[in-house]
């Protein structure tokens, strides 16, 4: 029993041998081919990789088939140094000087010690202040684009070049809408220059290089990606910023930042100072669209189409049977406009311009101030009566003030509708609410001082006559009134509970 015992063992142990010398010749090749793929991939590592063929094409990896591992999406490390070396000759740091005047204080200790007041003169004392800024040279005639604020108000601009030089720079023209300002160097000869590239085109996700002058330590450097697109601010109504990680500080302002192809993407312009790793630029795309004007004239033409828009929510889009909450919703045409004379009316909404679709209502004002006065333009609105296409030749967008006082609230009792509102009848006015529930279906929606124009898209003719509309107005859908606040018409959609 034990000699059959020690000869299983042994003829198991000879099996074991054998399976495993098979199996290691049956690896050994494979084993030399992952060294050998190993050291290969170790080669490349060391070697410059580009992100782009030479015609600037995107790299295309080929796809991998299981079960293998996917490729790497980026094969190398960006070559950063070589593109800040071949872009850094045209970026620029800007010192813009201006002068305010303040009352000359008085030292109040003069009458004991007899000493004199500041300068010792009369009248108002000339402060000089000084801005640091950011820029980048757009062609070889020495034109510099950077920030509207960098040379607010300035009474002189110096523009120190990387290679040292100190130029004289006069402010060509200015889109204060924008935050954009093209600068002349005077003297500089034949520049370098940067390519304008597409903020359109770019991806979020993308690596970008910042180049600039933050807290005057000029030629600085920063790295990071596109954190997002089409951020707003509420800057004005042209807000399309994008975000970045890629750090920003003071200073920076009016600075490229660029794509690894070495183009211009987009202008630093501001940061969050509650947070780290936030930083917004100005697309270029906007900057090409003026930068011709601002050159040739010094100031930007735009066109208007005369109305007062407002966001489409998901209440408002059921009371005006949308599918979605889409568009601009027209809720004040200006007499006379382009609008009006087009047929638009409160109520209308505007879904796309020369078939680019407006998805959300601040897409509007962009579409219409990128074509000039005079252009025609093809409405496709959603009105009551249904869909129209409508065409309006614009006028030209003036510098105007829309700011109004506040109306005073009438405290003159009136009738509680089924929204949770008193309402009362002014003479000059028309319908005020007086009174807000603040438990009710319009808190957060009316305020004290609104005027009602319209409920569920007529027109009231007194407070009686309002307060029956909204009472007698569907309960499956919210009610709609047509309101004005501060001087500005718009749409409120308000939700009620069912009896």
Do not use: W
């Not at 996917?70 to 800007?94: K, S």
């Not at 109004?404 to 009792?413: E, S, V």
Request: glycine share 12%; aromatic share 2%.
């Amino acid at each position: 029993m034990t000699h059959a015992k020690s000869t299983e063992r042994h003829a198991g142990s000879r099996l074991a041998g054998d399976l495993r010398a098979g199996a290691a010749r049956r690896v050994a090749p494979l084993a030399v081919a992952a060294i050998t793929a190993v050291a290969a991939l170790a080669c490349k590592r060391d070697e410059p990789v580009s992100e782009t063929h030479p015609t600037g094409a995107p790299v295309v990896l080929p796809s991998a088939s299981p079960p293998f591992a996917a490729p790497p999406v980026l094969p190398g490390t960006p070559d950063v140094p070589a593109l800040v070396a071949a872009v850094r000759p045209a970026v620029v740091n800007i010192t813009s000087e201006s002068e305010t005047e303040r009352p000359n204080v008085v030292d109040p200790f003069e009458f004991f010690f007899g000493r004199r007041g500041p300068r010792g003169g009369e009248g108002d004392q000339v402060v000089k202040r000084r801005a640091l800024g950011s820029g980048f040279i757009v062609d070889d005639r020495g034109h510099v684009a950077t920030n509207a604020h960098v040379v607010a108000g300035a009474t002189a601009v110096r523009v120190k070049l990387s290679d040292g030089r100190e130029l004289p720079a006069k402010v060509r023209g200015v889109d204060e809408r924008l935050d954009l300002a093209v600068l002349e160097l005077e003297g500089g000869g034949r520049l370098p220059f940067v390519a304008l590239g597409s903020s359109e085109a770019l991806r979020v996700g993308e690596y970008v290089v910042a180049i600039g002058n933050p807290f005057g330590l000029g030629d600085t450097v920063t790295m990071g990606i596109v954190s997002a697109k089409g951020r707003e601010l509420g800057a004005g109504p042209y807000d399309d910023f994008i975000q970045t990680d890629a750090s920003i500080n003071p200073g920076n302002s009016g600075g490229p930042l660029f794509d690894l192809r070495g183009q211009v993407v987009a202008i630093n312009t501001a940061i969050n100072p509650a947070g780290q790793g936030i930083g917004f630029a100005i697309p270029v795309d906007s900057l090409r669209e003026v930068l011709p004007q601002l050159i040739a004239t010094g100031r930007v033409q735009r066109g208007r189409l005369g109305v007062v828009i407002q966001p489409v929510d998901a209440s408002l889009a059921k009371s005006l049977g949308l599918p979605k909450p889409e568009g601009a919703l027209v809720s004040d045409v200006d007499p006379g406009s382009p609008a009006a004379k087009a047929g638009l009316a409160p109520g209308d909404v505007i879904l796309s311009v020369d078939g680019t679709r407006i998805a959300q209502a601040h897409d509007l004002p962009r579409q219409i101030a990128r074509r000039k006065p005079g252009a025609s333009v093809k409405l496709e609105v959603s009105t009551r009566k249904g869909p129209r296409t409508l065409s309006a030749s614009l006028d030209e967008l003036k510098e105007e003030s829309t700011e109004r006082p506040r109306p005073a609230p009438l405290q003159a009792p009136g009738d509680r509708a089924t929204v949770g509102i008193a309402i009362a009848e002014d003479p000059r006015r028309g319908v005020v609410v007086t009174d807000v529930d603040p438990g009710g279906p319009a808190a957060g929606l009316l305020d004290a001082g609104d005027v009602i124009l319209e409920v569920a898209g007529a027109p009231v003719n007194g407070a009686r006559d309002a307060a029956d509309r909204i009472k007698k107005a569907p309960l499956d859908r919210p009610v709609l009134l047509r309101i004005t606040r501060e001087g500005k018409t718009r749409f409120v959609a308000i939700d009620r509970p069912a009896p």
